[in-house]
């Protein structure tokens, strides 16, 4: 076994690029030589980023002493594999740099996704070493770099227009300057975030570069910080052996166990996988935290770079709290340059196509993000069409949720295993084997449920009297000169009472959401926010509209 060991040490170093002054400690460990470089330029980051913070204050100093240990770590980890960085951003340089035109930014993303998808097909086709990390981990941060970035001056020049209308977020993220060279490069190759991400916008980074400002002591959220992630690493290197996510590939998964057996295996091998994620985003969160990078100044909180938040996550009710939760720099940059940017009908089915491209070409990636797109759609139809039937009573909300966050544990661990697994054939076999169960249900649920719906809402409405209009009318109260619709009396038309109070207060959460979480995308059509009517007359067609919700609904999604 150790002369296995070994030789495959030996097989790894004679093709990794990256230095190998540490390979002895492949002799000790487990790890191999492109992880224990990870841990160490992570440790060397975590240094930098406090001297940074507690002597360099000159914006100047500041840029060459990012620059400089940026590409420092980038040699010790890839070595002559940067020269991939190189060529990618200044492909990107030249075309920000000589282009104005409307087209620059999508000629950016091209031309920065297409490098990437070159070595990812070279990675997955032509590379048998191996590494969990290589150069292609860096190139997909670069990748949301460059693209954010153009996109950004482009919203620069637009904001200029008369004829042009940004959204908040694009307000927000506007770039009025093009960066200078040394400007560009820093941002290019910053340290904080060069191994695991995440992704700093430019308006953020050039923030942190420029404060005058003393930002608070991190010492509290970063110690919290390296404690999770010396947990999660705990987790996932005692219990990853015992639950590989790979194992479901061998026959005796597949044809000696139950369904039951394979789904429970399923949901823990998968959140014991997702453990690595929390432990490499959570560290890098700690290391740009240490230099004073992510510090909410409107909040004075330190999450504004967090990419992660695993409790929350393990926790969510539905497939949006996993994606708000969840690689969370990803899906700010899907929001900003995918998502608002795209037809409204097809925006949520370019998100994950976008996001599987950026990924790579295994197979098991268009698997997950596509089943994404259909669990996303059939999550917001059910919440949208059922969960107001449970919000008369606690007891009702509370098993509501129970049985939410249980088919949320299993739909995410049914669709992120072809992830990990990444080829078709083992993924196709196990969902062979559960009869494409979830799916199933999923389907139904877009296409059934609204029906099923709209019938019991149609024998509501044929029931209710002609005279409800008046009854609601008469139960709203005055609240300072206006009409509160979350103060309904629930003593007058007590069924379309209910029902459209929790209709409204469902869209008014949906609204809140979306408002609290305009970096990441939701996934679902946007609401347009309304004025609060002002008038009793202008109340009854509210009410009445809100009450149709489900029946309008279930008339779009069936066509």
Same mark, same amino acid.
């Given at each position: ?55 360099? &204050? ?30 990618? !951003? *200044? ?26 998808? @070159?070595?990812?097909?070279? %990675? ?18 670069? +990748? ?11 919203? *620069? ?15 927000? %993220? ?9 400007? @560009? ?18 308006? $953020? ?25 010396? @947990? ?38 998968? /959140? ?13 969160? !700690? ?8 510090? $909410?100044?409107?909040?004075?909180? @330190? ?8 409790? &929350? ?27 608002? %940017? ?5 925006? +949520? ?26 669990? /996303? ?5 059910? &919440? ?31 669709? +992120? ?36 719906? &709209? ?15 008046? =009854? ?13 619709? %979350? ?32 970096? /990441?995308?939701? =996934?679902?059509?946007?609401?347009? $926010? ?17 009450? $149709? ?8 999604? /069936?066509?």
């Amino acid at each position: 076994m150790g002369a296995e060991r070994g030789d495959m040490v030996v097989e790894q170093l004679s093709h990794y690029s990256g230095s190998t002054a540490l390979s002895f400690i492949c002799d000790f460990t487990s790890l191999s030589i492109d992880q224990i470089n990870f841990i160490t330029c992570q440790v060397v980051a975590l240094l930098l980023s406090y001297i940074l913070r507690k002597w360099i &204050r000159n914006p100047l100093t500041r840029l060459w002493f990012t620059v400089i240990s940026g590409i420092s770590i980038c040699l010790f980890c890839f070595g002559t594999q940067i020269f991939h960085i190189i060529i990618s !951003a *200044g492909l990107s340089y030249l075309i920000i740099s000589s282009s104005k035109s409307r087209t620059m930014p999508w000629l950016v993303l091209v031309a920065s996704m297409g490098y990437l998808s @070159f070595l990812h097909i070279k %990675r997955q086709f032509y590379d048998t070493t191996g590494y969990s990390l290589d150069i292609t981990g860096p190139l997909m941060v670069l +990748t949301q770099k460059m693209t954010s970035l153009a996109f950004s001056i482009m919203d *620069g020049i637009d904001e200029k227009k008369e004829n042009q209308e940004l959204s908040p977020l694009q307000k927000q %993220r506007v770039v009025r300057e093009a960066p200078t060279f040394l400007k @560009f490069c820093s941002y290019i190759f910053q340290f904080q975030s060069m191994l695991a991400g995440p992704l700093v916008f430019y308006d $953020d980074f050039l923030e942190f570069i420029e404060a005058q400002d003393e930002v608070p002591s991190p010492g509290v959220e970063v110690g919290i910080k390296l404690i999770k992630s010396t @947990f999660f690493v705990l987790i996932f290197l005692g219990l990853g052996p015992k639950f590989d996510v790979q194992h479901v590939r061998s026959a005796e998964f597949l044809d000696e166990t139950s369904n039951i057996y394979k789904m429970a295996y399923i949901v823990v091998s998968t /959140t014991v996988e997702r453990c690595k994620y929390y432990h490499a985003w959570i560290l890098s969160d !700690a290391v740009c935290n240490m230099s004073g990078l992510g510090y $909410d100044r409107v909040k004075g909180t @330190f999450d504004l770079v967090s990419n992660v938040h695993p409790f &929350r996550l393990e926790l969510s009710l539905n497939m949006k709290e996993v994606l708000d939760n969840w690689n969370i720099g990803t899906m700010k940059w899907l929001r900003y340059v995918v998502y608002e %940017r795209s037809p409204v009908h097809v925006r +949520t089915y370019l998100v994950y196509m976008v996001s599987a491209f950026w990924h790579g070409f295994y197979p098991g990636y268009y698997i997950t993000f596509f089943s994404g797109a259909i669990f /996303t759609t059939s999550g917001r139809v059910v &919440r949208k069409l059922v969960r107001p039937f449970f919000l008369s009573g606690s007891i009702r909300k509370l098993a509501y949720d129970f049985v939410t966050w249980c088919a949320t544990r299993c739909i995410l661990a049914y669709i +992120t295993f072809a992830f990990v697994v990444q080829d078709f054939y083992p993924t196709i076999a196990v969902y062979t084997r559960i009869y494409f169960f979830f799916h199933v249900l999923a389907l139904l649920s877009i296409y059934l449920l609204p029906l099923l719906v &709209r019938k019991s809402t149609n024998n509501i409405v044929e029931s209710t009297p002609k005279t409800s209009t008046t =009854l609601i009318s008469s139960s709203l109260q005055r609240v300072n000169g206006t009409t509160d619709l %979350r103060n309904l009396t629930t003593t007058s038309a007590k069924n379309i009472d209910e029902v459209t109070k929790h209709e409204t207060k469902n869209s008014i959460e949906t609204n809140e959401e979306t408002n609290m979480n305009q970096s /990441t995308p939701d =996934l679902e059509e946007s609401q347009t $926010d309304k004025e609060i009517p002002t008038n009793e007359e202008d109340w009854k067609t509210h009410v009445m509209n809100s009450y $149709d919700t489900a029946n309008n609904s279930a008339k779009l999604k /069936t066509g």
